[in-house]
Protein backbone atom coordinates (compact mmCIF):
# COMPACT_ATOMS: atom_id res chain seq x y z
CA UNK A 1 0.00 0.00 0.00
CA UNK A 2 1.09 3.55 -0.75
CA UNK A 3 1.27 4.22 3.30
CA UNK A 4 3.61 1.88 4.10
CA UNK A 5 5.73 3.01 0.64
CA UNK A 6 5.50 6.54 2.05
CA UNK A 7 6.69 5.75 5.79
CA UNK A 8 9.17 3.23 4.07
CA UNK A 9 10.32 6.57 1.88
CA UNK A 10 9.99 9.12 4.89
CA UNK A 11 12.67 6.26 6.98
CA UNK A 12 15.05 6.22 4.23
CA UNK A 13 15.29 10.57 3.87
CA UNK A 14 15.89 10.61 7.70
CA UNK A 15 18.32 7.79 6.79
CA UNK A 16 21.85 9.22 9.06
CA UNK A 17 24.99 9.18 8.07
CA UNK A 18 27.01 6.46 10.35
CA UNK A 19 29.61 7.51 12.31
CA UNK A 20 33.07 7.78 10.78
CA UNK A 21 31.58 7.76 7.23
CA UNK A 22 32.11 11.82 6.62
CA UNK A 23 35.54 11.59 8.31
CA UNK A 24 36.73 8.80 5.78
CA UNK A 25 35.10 9.98 2.42
CA UNK A 26 36.92 13.40 3.32
CA UNK A 27 39.94 11.86 4.06
CA UNK A 28 40.50 9.46 1.10
CA UNK A 29 38.93 12.26 -1.24
CA UNK A 30 41.51 14.74 0.13
CA UNK A 31 44.21 11.70 -0.47
CA UNK A 32 43.04 11.52 -3.93
CA UNK A 33 41.91 7.93 -3.76
CA UNK A 34 39.27 7.40 -6.05
CA UNK A 35 35.70 5.86 -4.75
CA UNK A 36 32.31 5.06 -5.90
CA UNK A 37 29.44 3.36 -4.36
CA UNK A 38 27.97 0.22 -5.60
CA UNK A 39 24.38 -0.63 -3.93
CA UNK A 40 22.64 -2.98 -3.36
CA UNK A 41 19.12 -0.06 -3.73
CA UNK A 42 17.63 0.50 -6.63
CA UNK A 43 17.17 4.30 -8.18
CA UNK A 44 14.58 5.48 -6.50
CA UNK A 45 15.34 4.12 -3.52
CA UNK A 46 19.10 5.73 -3.16
CA UNK A 47 17.79 8.34 -3.73
CA UNK A 48 16.05 8.77 -1.18
CA UNK A 49 18.55 7.25 1.17
CA UNK A 50 21.36 9.81 -0.09
CA UNK A 51 19.55 13.18 -0.24
CA UNK A 52 20.32 14.44 2.73
CA UNK A 53 24.33 13.22 2.18
CA UNK A 54 24.96 15.05 -1.15
CA UNK A 55 28.08 16.45 0.27
CA UNK A 56 29.51 13.51 0.78
CA UNK A 57 27.81 11.72 -2.65
CA UNK A 58 29.52 14.55 -4.63
CA UNK A 59 33.42 12.83 -3.63
CA UNK A 60 32.05 9.31 -5.62
CA UNK A 61 33.71 9.27 -8.81
CA UNK A 62 29.80 7.58 -9.52
CA UNK A 63 27.38 5.00 -8.46
CA UNK A 64 26.21 1.79 -9.74
CA UNK A 65 22.84 0.52 -8.22
CA UNK A 66 21.17 -2.69 -8.34
CA UNK A 67 18.67 -1.67 -11.47
CA UNK A 68 21.74 -0.78 -13.34
CA UNK A 69 21.72 -2.79 -16.73
CA UNK A 70 25.00 -4.38 -16.48
CA UNK A 71 24.19 -5.94 -13.04
CA UNK A 72 22.81 -9.16 -14.25
CA UNK A 73 22.80 -11.12 -10.99
CA UNK A 74 22.82 -8.95 -7.35
CA UNK A 75 24.55 -9.59 -4.32
CA UNK A 76 26.12 -12.43 -3.04
CA UNK A 77 27.22 -12.36 -6.88
CA UNK A 78 30.29 -10.27 -7.47
CA UNK A 79 28.36 -8.58 -10.44
CA UNK A 80 27.88 -5.03 -9.46
CA UNK A 81 32.07 -5.01 -7.88
CA UNK A 82 32.78 -6.17 -11.28
CA UNK A 83 31.01 -3.53 -13.06
CA UNK A 84 31.84 -0.56 -10.46
CA UNK A 85 35.76 -1.62 -10.99
CA UNK A 86 36.22 -1.51 -15.13
CA UNK A 87 34.23 1.96 -14.57
CA UNK A 88 36.60 3.93 -12.93
CA UNK A 89 38.32 6.64 -14.82
CA UNK A 90 41.70 4.61 -14.04
CA UNK A 91 40.45 1.27 -13.26
CA UNK A 92 42.29 -0.74 -10.79
CA UNK A 93 45.02 -3.20 -11.94
CA UNK A 94 42.93 -5.57 -10.03
CA UNK A 95 40.06 -6.64 -7.71
CA UNK A 96 42.78 -6.93 -5.04
CA UNK A 97 43.30 -3.43 -5.22
CA UNK A 98 39.96 -2.31 -4.29
CA UNK A 99 38.37 -2.11 -0.89
CA UNK A 100 35.18 -2.45 -0.42
CA UNK A 101 33.04 -1.21 2.87
CA UNK A 102 30.16 -3.23 3.26
CA UNK A 103 27.48 -3.63 6.44
CA UNK A 104 25.75 -6.94 5.18
CA UNK A 105 26.66 -10.03 4.73
CA UNK A 106 25.59 -10.39 0.88
CA UNK A 107 27.91 -7.74 0.57
CA UNK A 108 30.39 -9.27 1.87
CA UNK A 109 30.08 -12.56 0.29
CA UNK A 110 29.95 -10.56 -3.24
CA UNK A 111 33.22 -8.20 -2.50
CA UNK A 112 35.01 -11.78 -1.26
CA UNK A 113 33.14 -13.86 -4.98
CA UNK A 114 35.03 -10.21 -6.44
CA UNK A 115 38.43 -10.68 -5.20
CA UNK A 116 37.81 -7.44 -3.42
CA UNK A 117 39.07 -6.73 0.26
CA UNK A 118 36.68 -6.00 2.31
CA UNK A 119 36.03 -4.26 6.17
CA UNK A 120 32.47 -4.82 6.91
CA UNK A 121 30.38 -2.32 9.73
CA UNK A 122 27.83 -4.77 10.68
CA UNK A 123 23.99 -4.10 11.98
CA UNK A 124 24.96 -5.05 15.39
CA UNK A 125 21.64 -7.18 15.74
CA UNK A 126 23.20 -9.49 12.90
CA UNK A 127 24.47 -12.59 14.96
CA UNK A 128 26.25 -14.47 11.96
CA UNK A 129 29.03 -12.88 10.20
CA UNK A 130 30.22 -13.91 7.73
CA UNK A 131 34.34 -14.05 6.83
CA UNK A 132 35.94 -10.56 6.13
CA UNK A 133 39.31 -9.10 6.00
CA UNK A 134 38.21 -7.36 9.15
CA UNK A 135 35.30 -6.44 11.22
CA UNK A 136 34.47 -3.03 13.16
CA UNK A 137 32.08 -2.03 15.23
CA UNK A 138 32.07 1.39 13.83
CA UNK A 139 34.20 3.28 10.67
CA UNK A 140 35.61 5.23 13.63
CA UNK A 141 38.21 2.22 13.93
CA UNK A 142 39.03 2.07 10.58
CA UNK A 143 42.67 2.15 10.22
CA UNK A 144 43.88 3.17 6.61
CA UNK A 145 47.67 2.48 7.59
CA UNK A 146 46.27 -1.43 7.51
CA UNK A 147 44.90 -0.97 3.30
CA UNK A 148 47.76 0.70 2.46
CA UNK A 149 46.02 4.03 2.71
CA UNK A 150 47.02 7.30 4.10
CA UNK A 151 46.77 7.56 7.87
CA UNK A 152 44.28 10.46 8.96
CA UNK A 153 46.07 13.46 9.87
Same mark, same amino acid.
Given at each position: SSGINAEYGESFVSCKEKAG *????? /? !?? @? @?AGIPMCIATG????? %?? +? &?? /??HQEL +???MEFTVKSDDPEV? !?? &?????? %? +? *? @???RFREPPASPECCLVFEDAPNGVEAARAAGMRCVMVPDPRLEDLPKSDVILKSLEEFNPTEFGLPAFD
Open positions: *VGRLI /R !HL @A @ASSSED %FE +L &KT /RN +LRQR !HG &KPNPDI %F +L *V @AMG
